[in-house]
Every structure is written in C-alpha cells, then in structure tokens.
C-alpha cells in the first residue's frame, strides 16, 4: 500500500528485454535499507525490487515489468532516460498524508491542457469512459502515483470523462509533473473506495 506522496524521482538507466523488461532505476534512496522482494510504486505502479546496489554504493534497484504491466500502463513509460515518480511502500505508523493507494493501474489518461491559475497549474485530464462513473469532484485520484484531488468532471458524449485538479509549485519540483505538454498519457488509479463501491453496484444488478 501506498499513500500517493512521492519521495524521490529516479531515472531509468537500463532496459533489457528477457521474458520481461528487466529495469534497472537509479534512485536518490538509501538501499541499505530496502530489502529483495519490497514494493516501490514507480509513477503509479507497485513493483518489486529484485537487485538493488551494494551497500556504500550510489542507490540503484532493479526491477520486472511484465508484459501485462506495460500493456496496461502509460505507452512510452518505461524506456532508458524515462523519470519516474517513486513512493517506498507505506508502513504501520507513517503519516497518512495522501490516501490509500494500491499500486494498480486502473486506467491510462490523455493530458488535454494545462495552463496558469494563479501560483498552480489547471490540468484537464481525459480518461476512459470504463472510469468516469468513478471520478467525482473533491474526490482523490492518483496520476503518476501522485495523489491528488479531482476539482471539476464533464462527462462527455462518447462516454470518456474529463476531470480537472490543480498542481501546485511544490508538487510539480517534486514529481514528474513538470513537463505537461498536451497529450502526454498518464497512469490513473481510482480511489480504492470508488472502486469497491462500483463492484457492489455490478453485483446488485
């Protein structure tokens, strides 16, 4: 489990092609103190450390992207130089700053525009119609792995949604949030709440 607060931004210095992508991120953490086997959420997707440096050496971890993660993650996400939005799995006692998030990749989103709002930046963000009935105003939702919340949804007549949040300067230093030229894809995931909810209205019809 994650809490959508982003803690560093690693680069990702190597790719290789096994029956997986094999990825190997640089990273500004301390991996003495992150074991085999831990969940790091990389923009918005929980996956798992298989090698990491030694210790006394400059942080670096690896990483197995499966096939059915890179078909359902942002296109383009997972080449050499790509950043990415790092978040260490949250442990009993940390502070809840963001909400719940799970790591899972619920839908891709299309930048559509972003402009200037007083010291912010307006984003309009489109998603699939399979998760507009799940977007809400003062809602959460995750983008990159950044938790954020919805601020306006227009439903639109194809059945896609667009929604509107605000990032604010402090936000875009930290994240990957910095480079937001329209049609830029983006991982979302709802908030865990929303899509309980929708599953007990499937089944209760």
């Given at each position: 489990m994650f809490t959508g607060i982003i803690t560093d931004i690693g680069t990702i210095a190597k790719v290789e092609q096994r029956g997986d992508l094999r990825l190997v991120i640089d990273s500004g953490y301390d991996m003495g103190g992150v074991d085999l086997g831990a969940s790091i959420a990389c923009s918005g997707v929980c996956l798992t450390v298989v090698d990491k440096a030694p210790?006394?050496?400059?942080?670096?971890?690896?990483?197995?992207?499966s096939g059915e993660t890179v078909s359902r993650t942002a296109p383009g996400l997972w080449h050499e130089g790509a950043r990415l939005n790092l978040e260490r799995a949250l442990k009993v006692g940390d502070e809840l700053g963001g909400h719940i998030v799970t790591g899972h990749v619920d839908g891709v989103g299309t930048l559509v525009s972003a402009v200037p709002e007083g010291d912010s930046t307006r984003l309009l963000i489109e998603a699939p119609a399979s998760l507009a009935p799940y977007l809400a105003a003062k809602g959460s939702i995750t983008v990159d792995g950044v938790s954020l919340?919805?601020?306006?949804?227009?439903?639109q007549a194809d059945g896609t949604?667009?929604?509107g949040l605000n990032i604010?300067?402090?936000?875009?230093?930290?994240?990957?949030l910095d480079a937001l030229t329209p049609?830029?894809?983006?991982?979302?995931?709802?908030?865990?709440?929303?899509?309980?909810?929708?599953?007990m209205e499937q089944l209760r019809k």
């Amino acid at each position: 489990m994650f809490t959508g607060i982003i803690t560093d931004i690693g680069t990702i210095a190597k790719v290789e092609q096994r029956g997986d992508l094999r990825l190997v991120i640089d990273s500004g953490y301390d991996m003495g103190g992150v074991d085999l086997g831990a969940s790091i959420a990389c923009s918005g997707v929980c996956l798992t450390v298989v090698d990491k440096a030694p210790a006394g050496q400059p942080g670096w971890f690896a990483v197995d992207v499966s096939g059915e993660t890179v078909s359902r993650t942002a296109p383009g996400l997972w080449h050499e130089g790509a950043r990415l939005n790092l978040e260490r799995a949250l442990k009993v006692g940390d502070e809840l700053g963001g909400h719940i998030v799970t790591g899972h990749v619920d839908g891709v989103g299309t930048l559509v525009s972003a402009v200037p709002e007083g010291d912010s930046t307006r984003l309009l963000i489109e998603a699939p119609a399979s998760l507009a009935p799940y977007l809400a105003a003062k809602g959460s939702i995750t983008v990159d792995g950044v938790s954020l919340t919805v601020n306006s949804v227009e439903d639109q007549a194809d059945g896609t949604c667009r929604f509107g949040l605000n990032i604010i300067p402090h936000t875009q230093a930290l994240t990957t949030l910095d480079a937001l030229t329209p049609g830029r894809r983006f991982n979302l995931e709802i908030d865990i709440l929303a899509r309980y909810l929708g599953r007990m209205e499937q089944l209760r019809k």
